[in-house]
């Protein structure tokens, strides 16, 4: 990205580390897309799940740039503590990808008619005691947006690739089911997560010791 525009690099990256970050998240996502093969008011859930990872991350841009001015000190701990965590993150990729888990996702039962504001307080609940919520959205994408240039950019890059990763579940639900039932499907998918995580803990390694 060393000959893109700065401002169109910083929303890139914001872009890429967020999108490598949600998909690696399999708890939440199962759910949701479970949510949405069964048409239980999957727009309302994926409101709530944009909503909340938009929140926490321009929270976390915007707290590690604080944080950065105020004692600079803090922001290369917590750069090699989301080093540590993207490493975690891809092993389990590769894990998932060549155990035998099998990985396929498959949405069972007939849809039922629950509201769409339980819906919503469920996708909130579900988001906000998963603790990897804030790993990567507070630690993980602050520590890297921090570091930006435009860290603004950075933030709505990655709000962006949240808001796109739920609008895929929602409007391509069905086509998805097909595709990720089949256990080659997701080895192909969690290796390509598990490459995405090591370049990124690469680079925050690269640009500490640069």
């Not at 401002?7 to 897309?33: D, E, H, K, P």
Request: charged share 10%; aromatic share 10%; hydrophobic share 55%.
């Amino acid at each position: 990205m060393e000959h893109l525009p700065i401002y169109l690099t910083s929303m890139l990256t914001g872009f890429a580390v967020t999108m490598g970050l949600i998909v690696a998240i399999g708890a939440q996502n199962a759910w949701v897309l479970n949510k949405c093969l069964r048409n239980e008011n999957p727009r309302a859930v994926a409101a709530v799940c944009i909503s909340l990872d938009t929140l926490l991350i321009f929270t976390g841009v915007f707290f590690m740039h604080y944080v950065q001015d105020l004692v600079p000190a803090l922001v290369p701990l917590f750069t090699w503590f989301a080093v540590g965590l993207l490493l975690w993150l891809a092993l389990q990729a590769f894990i998932r990808a060549w155990g035998n888990q099998g990985g396929a996702l498959v949405a069972a039962g007939a849809a039922s008619t629950e509201s769409a504001w339980r819906s919503a307080g469920q996708a909130m609940l579900i988001s906000l005691i998963n603790p990897h919520v804030y790993l990567d959205t507070v630690v993980l994408i602050g520590s890297v947006g921090a570091r930006q240039e435009l860290p603004l950019l950075f933030a709505l890059g990655a709000s962006f690739a949240s808001f796109l990763w739920f609008s895929t579940l929602v409007l391509g639900a069905k086509k998805l089911r097909t595709h990720l039932s089949s256990p080659q499907q997701w080895r192909i998918f969690d290796s390509v997560i598990g490459v995405v995580m090591l370049l990124v803990a690469g680079s925050l390694v690269s640009h500490q010791f640069g």
